[in-house]
């Protein structure tokens, strides 16, 4: 039976805890947003894949009945259909046009986003069950496993289920709805966008692991997901120096992440003591990844001024976006932040990846 038209969409998502944890083991509280990337599907009667990315303006070609290669690095829709054939799942091809409104390079996860919409539509083509895990599984193959990246699931993870989650990595990854109730999310974007987050990603990476290998010889039984810092403070001395704040930085990071999740296991958490917990986290990006820079950081200043109770930079770093989060104060948030030469924009929390069927409109 020939598929119907669909349009499929996949949300961006913001990391609240624990950025920079997933690819190291460690927990994070993300959720996805309503900023997302569309894919419009008209299924075709042959093999052939056509894609146009309206933002760009690029446009791709490529056969279902042949191996699939790749263009360049990061060539994330082929990637998507490549994994997905492997996976077993039988897609016919189809003229699919790709647009969205998540900012590109600027911490919201637009790549990712982008995988998952594809996943998702490989599953509708091939007329299969769509299980939101095997999906994140899927475009964590396409987006880093394929390219040798170094990023974790998360992104993944949050697009594919949507709404405020607790993803666990501490064996296999396993991601659990969070009842807090959280309004007044302002984005802020400093109009600088990141040069290379692979490289960034891969050059913390190896930083913290080679601490947690001096870790792991310095202190009997430790382990990164539950040796309390009071411990590694005392053997600080025992990390080298060029990987020793970064370490440290990563365990408080952990420890931060475990105090919010507790406050976000309330539907109604008190807004105070989220917004210093979101400084917080910020200060461990800033001071002990060193991943701000002077831009995030007066668009932050700007945020707080006009009333926002906590700030942070958004994804891997260097440039992008920045959350403020303020209740109530998200008209003076977001005006103050215009004044300031920077774009601002509201979101809120949303529903995963899904598939609207018998349409391409919408």
């Not at 959280?182 to 984005?187: E, M, R, W």
Request: proline share 4%; net charge negative; hydrophobic share 40%.
């Amino acid at each position: 039976m020939h598929v119907s038209p669909f349009v499929v969409r996949a949300p961006g998502r913001l990391c609240l805890f624990g950025e920079h944890s997933d690819y190291l083991g460690l927990d994070v509280i993300a959720g996805a947003i309503d900023l997302s990337v569309t894919m419009k599907v008209q299924p075709r009667r042959d093999s052939t894949v056509t894609l146009w990315f309206e933002v760009t303006g690029e446009r791709d070609t490529f056969s279902l009945d042949e191996p699939i290669s790749y263009r360049h690095g990061r060539d994330y829709v082929r990637a998507a259909f490549r994994v997905a054939q492997r996976a077993g799942l039988g897609m016919t091809g189809a003229d699919i046009t790709v647009s969205g409104d998540i900012p590109l390079s600027s911490g919201l996860s637009s790549s990712s986003a982008l995988t998952v919409a594809a996943i998702l539509a490989c599953h509708t083509l091939a007329r299969a069950p769509v299980d939101p895990m095997e999906v994140a599984h899927l475009a964590f193959q396409a987006e880093v496993v394929e390219f040798e990246e170094s990023g974790g699931m998360m992104d993944h993870s949050a697009s594919a289920f949507g709404g405020l989650l607790h993803i666990s990595f501490a064996s296999d990854v396993t991601v659990s709805a969070l009842p807090a109730v959280l309004d007044g999310l302002v984005i802020g974007d400093c109009g600088l966008r990141k040069r290379d987050t692979v490289g960034d990603l891969k050059r913390i990476r190896r930083t913290i692991e080679r601490g947690y290998e001096a870790l792991a010889e310095a202190v009997p039984g430790f382990d990164p997901r539950t040796t309390p810092v009071r411990d590694i403070l005392d053997l600080a001395d025992a990390i080298p120096k060029s990987c020793r704040r970064m370490t440290i930085a990563t365990l408080k990071n952990r420890d931060l992440t475990a105090r919010a999740l507790a406050l976000l296991r309330s539907p109604h958490p008190d807004p105070v003591t989220l917004g210093n917990m979101i400084d917080e986290h910020h200060a461990i990006m800033r001071d002990g990844l060193g991943v701000s820079i002077r831009e995030i950081d007066e668009l932050i200043a700007v945020a707080r001024e006009a009333g926002a109770l906590g700030c942070k930079i958004n994804g891997s770093g260097r440039g992008g976006t920045m959350l403020a989060y303020a209740p109530g104060r998200e008209v003076d948030v977001m005006r103050a932040m215009e004044e300031a030469g920077s774009s601002a924009y509201r979101v809120r929390i949303s529903r995963g990846a899904h598939t609207v069927r018998d349409s391409i409109v919408g």
